[in-house]
């Protein structure tokens, strides 16, 4: 099977649906959610909800040692927005369906090889290393906390949650905070399900500009060629396939619309997730007077995981808007000048026009309809973390 878009969300699809968010394809045959599937779902997502309850109470009730505290505080703020972002897929279900259609069908026809793949390993490998980091940090905690019930007796804690209490050692006790741990485990892939959705559909958007303006190019190329042979059937070809490429700009346009309005607040939890607890594992690498080495690296794999995240959500963001920006160029220079001064020719003049216009506009993506989703925001982000922390690094010395 050749690759392009269909095939991409379809394998993409095929992820969500094991996590056990259901069926995001728009053919409702090839992902069937059945009765048994859908009672996996229910169950999987009400523990997820149970867990993060009790992370809630242990958060403003639990008393716990300063360490377990900070990280029931800061857990059950972090799950609290990956359970909103996996509660806001599902919301989106139908709309995804129908955009996942028209983003598969979309210039299906004109899709170059060399391009979908391309795009298809851009998704591969930022996806893969984003799942690779997030689970590395996963464990790094399970063994930090397998570290200090041998060498310091303490119970076995990665998730904190109200029950069982901290003095509690019993079996009963040991086992639920290894279900939790697992369950925190398994809770990752619904969650990255509604991390990737949206970046797989920016990259998606910004390779169909790139296709778009390599269609703007081949019509250049075309009309260069059939000129020589008969000047009124190139400028006839010429004005046919210009505005069939302005429709195609349109539904572009259009699709974008859709994936701010159907990820838009998906997308600035992320940020909002990745800026904000990056800052606070910094500030507990700055002002912790000692750390070992695995709490160290748990630390700043956690760190990574999130900067990847927020990474791959600006830069593709980013991205897209870049590729758009390049639309206006091509169709400029698709020898339209080339035509004679007739009545044609100034059909072909005003149809430029509009399409050149409406390219040069720039096509910028927001979080919360105010902040820009780009690179410069990642770099502002990056740099205001970093500067958070060498300011409480230098208080603490």
Not at 64 to 88: D, G, R, T, Y
Not at 187 to 193: E, I
Not at 319 to 340: I, K, R, V
Request: with cysteine.
């Amino acid at each position: 099977m050749s690759i392009n878009t269909k095939f991409l969300l379809r394998s993409f699809c095929k992820f969500v649906f094991i996590s056990g968010s259901g069926n995001f394809y728009y053919d409702q045959k090839i992902y069937k959610e059945t009765f048994f599937y859908k009672m996996y779902g229910v169950v999987s997502y009400s523990i997820y909800i149970t867990m993060i309850l009790l992370e809630n109470c242990a958060a403003i009730f639990g008393k716990f040692p300063e360490v377990e505290k900070n990280s029931a505080v800061m857990f059950a703020a972090i799950h609290n927005i990956v359970l909103a972002k996996m509660f806001l897929l599902l919301y989106h279900k139908n709309s995804i369906r129908k955009l996942n259609y028209e983003m598969a069908t979309a210039m299906e026809n004109i899709e170059e090889e060399y391009v979908m793949r391309e795009q298809y390993r851009k998704v591969k490998f930022g996806i893969t290393f984003y799942v690779a980091s997030v689970y590395l940090s996963l464990v790094a905690y399970g063994v930090e906390s397998l570290r200090k019930v041998i060498t310091e007796g303490v119970p076995f804690y990665t998730v904190v949650t109200v029950y069982p209490s901290f003095n509690d050692i019993s079996m009963l006790a040991t086992l639920m905070r290894a279900f939790f741990y697992i369950t925190w485990l398994y809770m990752m892939l619904p969650m990255m399900a509604a991390d990737c959705m949206p970046i797989i559909h920016l990259i998606t958007m910004a390779y169909k500009f790139m296709t778009l303006c390599h269609r703007f190019e081949a019509i250049s190329e075309a009309f260069k060629r059939e000129v020589k042979i008969s000047k009124t059937h190139a400028i006839s070809v010429l004005k046919i396939k210009f505005l069939e490429g302005i429709v195609i700009h349109q539904k572009l346009l259009m699709l974008t619309e859709e994936i701010q309005r159907v990820f838009g607040i998906i997308m600035s939890l992320q940020v909002c997730e990745s800026s904000a607890v990056a800052v606070l594992l910094l500030l507990r690498l700055a002002l912790s007077p000692h750390q070992d080495l695995t709490n160290a690296f748990m630390t700043y794999t956690f760190v990574c995981s999130l900067f990847i995240l927020l990474a791959l959500n600006l830069w593709n963001a980013g991205e897209l808007t870049y590729q758009a920006s390049l639309l206006s160029n091509a169709m400029f220079y698709c020898d339209w000048y080339m035509c004679d001064v007739n009545k044609d020719s100034k059909n072909i003049r005003t149809l430029v026009l509009i399409g050149c216009a409406q390219a040069q506009k720039p096509l910028i993506l927001k979080a919360f309809g105010v902040q820009d989703l780009s690179y410069a925001t990642f770099v502002s982000v990056a740099r205001m973390t970093y500067s958070i922390f060498a300011v409480f690094y230098q208080r603490r010395h």
